[in-house]
């Protein structure tokens, strides 16, 4: 049986003298392991799809026991990724995120296009990645099931959030009268509240255009790095360490 689908190489694991097993996120299929006969070799014709964060149209032939690429046709290979050391570290970052975060054979294509926006935006030098990079993990938490509530208090439902604050436990935010529910519950700035809000509702590539100071986004990376933890725990999640342990 053979199956169109475009796909982005999450993984790329070496087998045998020439070839590959790559680790697929496609459109039709999800996540997905294929074989990819000599993929290694100089002058195969799967070598520049098979590489980690190629976007690629693939032919896959189905067999018994996994999928075999057949054909494969370059779309982006982002390959100037591999060019700064940042860009790549957040790269694999995302793609670890992705491969580690979601189960064999179920479509999410939503999360599909932001990787792939994601990837597109980490090639364009002029952003900031770090920014990119938070809006990523935002609305990952929200493609997966595991939104966070900023819009009204998820203890009473007020939606007054004036002085209330994050609760990484339950959630979301809690309002000035319920913070007591919660005394691990973090300050957040309503520049904050409003950015999460802003980027829950729109497309990545709009949001990538916000000029946003370094305090908010900070104030952002600690929450989510929190929050990613806490509430994808039954996940493997050694990429959420990935990036401290290049800062460290």
Partial sequence: MLINTDGIVLKSIKYEEADSIVILFTRKLGKISALAKGSRRAKSTLLSGTQVFSYSNFLLNKSSDMYKISQCEVKENFYNLSYDIDLLSYASYITQLVESSIFENQTNNRLFDLLLKTLYLYSKYDLDYIYITRIFELKFLHYIGYKPNVLKCVNCGNNNLNKGKFSIVNGGILCKSCTHIDNTSVKIDSSTI??????????IIICSKA??????INQLENILSRYLKVHVEDLNLKSLNFLENLKG
Avoid at 194 to 203: A, C, G, Q, S, V
Avoid at 211 to 216: E, F, G, L, M, T
Wanted: net charge positive; aromatic share 12%.
């Fill in 211 to 216: 000029k946003v100071s370094k305090y908010i």
């Fill in 194 to 203: 409003k950015l999460m809000e802003y980027i829950l509702k729109n497309d």
